[in-house]
């Protein structure tokens, strides 16, 4: 028999399981609706074009497209080693009282506002930018296209740095756990075999680790697409798409945050919305073939599994 | 010759303030095969890894006395300790293969020491499975996952890997305890094999095990050594009471 209670809960949870889709579903209308007049417009030139000039009527966010990529790329190169090399010295090498201390400021690097990074990365990390690296850059500059041009603080690699320790504490975070994880016969059988302290992690420790790690990288990969005041704060906002990290740029989540307030008129408010629907295409791409790599290698092991 | 000499003296081991081994003054026979058995909790597994030092890093560990190989203290704070774990070969009681090839779990040791080149290394790996009587069954899938070995195999596979360093002591730590008896058979048959020139301990607390496959007995109570002996005369006539106790089944 099936009581009451049994109902309701199945109710409840089925509601509550239908909600996500539905606001997915819900999000995504309302905004090919709005986007729709500037997709019919400016079509594939949306992307193309890299001239965004609501005055004269033109909307190319080519060059945010580019810069939400490049930084959330860039961020997520720096974090990624980074995080792991804290995990494996929070959990592998410091000693407890250490690695509490580790783990809890890793934790609280998270909790930090994303405002209050951007006022940091506007008072503190541009200015020391523009007086200490990029001077030291300039040479290489000559050589390598990425780091050449004028640079006068706001730019995609400040953006992209400021990312990185946005993004450090969800990399830190996962590899810790998957690290600590990895069972100890596994350690054990590298040690007793004769591998030294590092040998073991190199071998046992983080070869076990990878799939988790993998995965808190993608997940560090979606939070940096999305996020926005910080990002807004330092990238120097302009659509510009030269081939250095030490220009200004812009972010699809910054032209959002900037424009949507003062929308001069219903084709510049389409065009938003279309730049909107865009970054959800993006971070929706990006996560899905971020899932369907963690997947890929994780089935390569679970296979494995079932035949033994 | 001192090589595989294997003797421990006034060894105690705590962890924290519980005491997993008491003064323990054991002399380990070279070319023969050392049965350690006793009650559960009663110091085996630390009594072993107190040889190859893999608790070194416990928090709260204090050991005392010495555990000496040939002529060297291994307890010395000096002691190269990857170095004794080449020396010293340790099978555990779950086998616990690397998730790679057969071939890539043998060869691991080995690389570890430093050889790279290949034919040298399918030298050492074909030897060691040899040795571990497990050869003749992969051959034919040495780039196979070691997982999708069945577990017998897999724990030969173990025993391989160690072997592979040419280790001079075989520690085993109730290798056999999940494995059925055919699978168990074919280990104690191996060891009887890999005995001509190794010093075997072989942990268990199977009974049985030990009177069919090992050439000595200890007894271990409370992290304390009862006695050793030859194996026959250790069942047949122990010396002390809580020793018969324990062969009488009057002991868990
Ligand atoms: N790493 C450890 N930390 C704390 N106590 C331990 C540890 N290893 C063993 N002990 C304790 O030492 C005693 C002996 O354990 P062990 O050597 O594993 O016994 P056996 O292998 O004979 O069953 C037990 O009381 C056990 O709880
Ligand atoms: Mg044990």
């Given amino acids: ?308 | 010759m001192t090589q595989g000499r294997l003797s421990t003296v006034g060894l105690t081991v705590a962890f924290g303030d519980r005491t997993a081994l008491r003064d323990v003054s054991l002399v380990v026979p070279p070319r023969a095969i050392t049965a350690v058995m006793g009650p559960s909790g009663c110091g085996k597994t630390t009594l072993l890894r107190a040889v190859n030092r893999l608790d070194d890093g416990v928090p709260g560990m204090v050991r005392t006395g010495e555990v000496r190989l040939g002529d060297e203290e291994v307890t010395a704070p000096a002691t190269d300790v990857a170095g004794l774990r080449r020396r010293v070969g340790m099978v555990f009681q779950r086998w616990n293969p690397f998730p790679r090839s057969v071939f890539e779990n043998v060869a691991y040791g080995p690389r570890l020491a430093g050889l790279r080149d290949l034919a040298d290394l399918r030298g050492v790996v074909e030897s060691s499975l040899r040795k571990a009587a497990l050869w003749e069954e992969v051959r034919d899938r040495l780039d196979a996952d070691a997982r999708t070995l069945s577990g017998g195999q897999q724990q030969r596979l173990c025993i391989a890997r160690a072997l592979a360093n040419a280790p001079e002591v075989l520690l085993l730590d109730e290798p056999c305890s999940a494995l059925d008896p055919g699978a168990t058979r074919r280990i104690e048959e191996l060891l009887f094999e890999l005995r001509a020139d190794l010093t075997i301990i072989l942990v268990t607390h199977n009974l049985q095990q030990a009177a069919r496959a090992s050439d000595y007995t200890a007894y271990l109570d409370a992290g304390r050594l009862v006695e050793v002996a030859p194996t026959r005369l250790l069942f047949t006539n122990p010396q002390d009471p809580r020793t018969e106790a324990y062969l009488t089944g009057r002991v868990a």
């Avoid at chain 1, 099936?2 to 819900?26: E, Q, S, Y």
Wanted: a positive charge; hydrophobic letters at 55%; glycine letters at 10%.
């Fill in chain 1, 1 to 308: 028999m099936i009581g009451a209670g049994d109902r309701a809960w199945r109710a409840t949870t089925g509601l509550a399981a239908a909600v996500i889709p539905a606001a997915l579903l819900l999000v995504t209308v309302v905004l090919v609706v709005g986007a729709w007049p500037a997709l019919a417009d400016a079509g594939p030139g949306l992307v193309a074009s890299r001239t965004w000039d609501p005055g004269r009527g033109t909307f190319g966010a080519g060059a945010a497209l580019v810069g939400t990529l490049l930084t959330s790329l860039l961020a997520v190169l720096v974090a990624a080693p980074l995080g792991v090399a804290t995990a494996v010295v929070t959990v592998e090498l410091a000693g407890p009282r250490l690695s509490r201390v580790l783990a809890a400021l890793s934790d609280l690097l998270a909790a930090v506002p994303s405002i209050v990074y951007g006022l940091w990365g506007a008072a503190v990390l541009v200015p020391l930018l523009r007086s200490e690296l990029f001077p030291r850059l300039k040479p290489l500059g000559r050589v390598i296209p990425l780091l050449a041009g004028p640079a006068y603080g706001p730019s995609l690699l400040a953006a992209a740095l400021l990312l990185a320790l946005m993004i450090l504490p969800y990399v830190t975070a996962v590899s810790r756990e998957v690290i600590a994880a990895v069972p100890r016969s596994q350690r054990e059988a590298a040690l007793a075999l004769g591998a030294t302290r590092w040998e073991m992690l190199r071998d046992a420790v983080l070869p076990g680790a990878r799939h988790g790690i993998l995965g808190g990288v993608a997940l560090a990969l979606g939070r940096a697409l999305g996020e926005t005041m910080a990002v807004t704060m330092v990238i120097g906002n302009r659509h510009d798409l030269s081939w250095s990290l030490l220009s200004p740029g812009y972010t699809l989540s910054s032209l959002l945050a900037n424009e949507f307030g003062e929308a001069s008129g219903d084709r510049h408010l389409a065009a938003l919305m279309a730049v909107a629907l865009l970054l959800l295409v993006v971070t929706l791409l990006v996560n899905a073939v971020a899932r369907g790599l963690v997947r890929s290698v994780r089935s390569g092991r679970s296979s494995l599994e079932v035949a033994r």
